[in-house]
């Protein structure tokens, strides 16, 4: 106890806002969220629960645009994220017969080790899932070891993990390939084309081009075994590759 009384027991519960509460109460309770409470006159209040995650929705700001997804967000620090990830995912499936990746409300994707995810909901706001010992060393601005190809794949990864920014992702690939696509290792190169096939699948773009550069690579066993080492989280990545 400090001098002035204050015991160290508190509990913090983010306040979002809330621009439907329809979408919103559908998104979360298909997620296993359950409604603690719920009004929406004289003015929109929603508590919602889930395992030990609490979070509460109050009215938008003027001029809220969800699209923008600026509104609001909440860390969730776990002991491992993999298990919170696996069961959002197989409700999506249960509730919508697929995984929500694109659009709002969506999750992204999770690379096997990865120490983050992220929910995005309908009002935008980023629900983002950490690993309590995430490695204090991480490169959250890309390694600056790496050159070449290879540092555009550690920045792309950092786009999407990190800054839940997939457009910002695609182009960087695009931009990486064109320059140094031609001097990478084969490997590192069907990496690239492969993030850019859901990159593209994830934001509507076109991905004939990427899956047509792929279809001409030809690689090794080991290069075969070190990209679905590394993507065997895509679930169409056999279909991908020559």
Same mark, same amino acid.
């Given at each position: !106890?400090?001098? &002035?009384?204050?015991?160290?027991?508190?509990? !913090?519960?983010? &306040? !979002?806002?809330?621009?439907?509460?329809?979408e919103t109460l559908a998104f979360y309770e298909a997620l296993g969220f359950v409604a603690t409470y719920k009004q929406s006159k004289p003015y929109v209040?929603? =508590? @919602? +629960?889930?395992?030990g995650v609490h979070l509460h929705f109050g009215p938008p700001p003027k001029g809220l645009?969800? =699209?923008?997804? +600026?509104?609001?967000?909440?860390?969730? !620090?776990?002991d491992a994220v993999a298990p919170y990830h696996a069961a959002f995912v197989a409700a999506m499936r249960r509730v919508h017969g697929k995984v929500l990746s694109s659009g709002l409300p969506r999750i992204t994707r999770y690379r096997p080790g990865a120490s983050r995810f992220t929910l995005i909901d309908p009002s935008g706001n980023s629900i983002? /899932?950490?690993q309590r010992d995430e490695p204090v060393e991480l490169e959250y601005g890309g390694s600056k070891k790496l050159a070449g190809l290879a540092k555009v794949l550690d920045n792309a990864r950092i786009l999407r993990e990190f800054k839940n920014d997939d457009l910002q992702a /695609?182009? =960087?690939?695009?931009?990486?390939v064109r320059r140094h696509g031609a001097d990478a290792p084969v490997a590192e190169l069907a990496i690239a084309l492969c993030?850019?096939?859901? @990159?593209a699948t994830v934001?509507?773009?076109p991905r004939d081009p990427w899956a047509t550069d792929l279809r001409g690579l030809e690689l090794s066993p080991s290069d075969r075994q070190r990209i +679905?080492?590394? &993507?065997?989280?895509? =679930?169409g990545l056999q279909e991908w590759l020559p």
């Open positions: !106890m400090s001098e &002035l009384g204050v015991r160290p027991n508190e509990t !913090m519960v983010p &306040l !979002m806002p809330c621009a439907s509460v329809e209040y929603l =508590a @919602l +629960e889930w395992s645009d969800p =699209a923008r997804e +600026e509104s609001g967000g909440c860390l969730v !620090m776990v983002i /899932f950490i /695609f182009r =960087a690939l695009k931009s990486g993030h850019l096939i859901d @990159l934001l509507g773009e +679905e080492s590394e &993507l065997g989280h895509l =679930a």
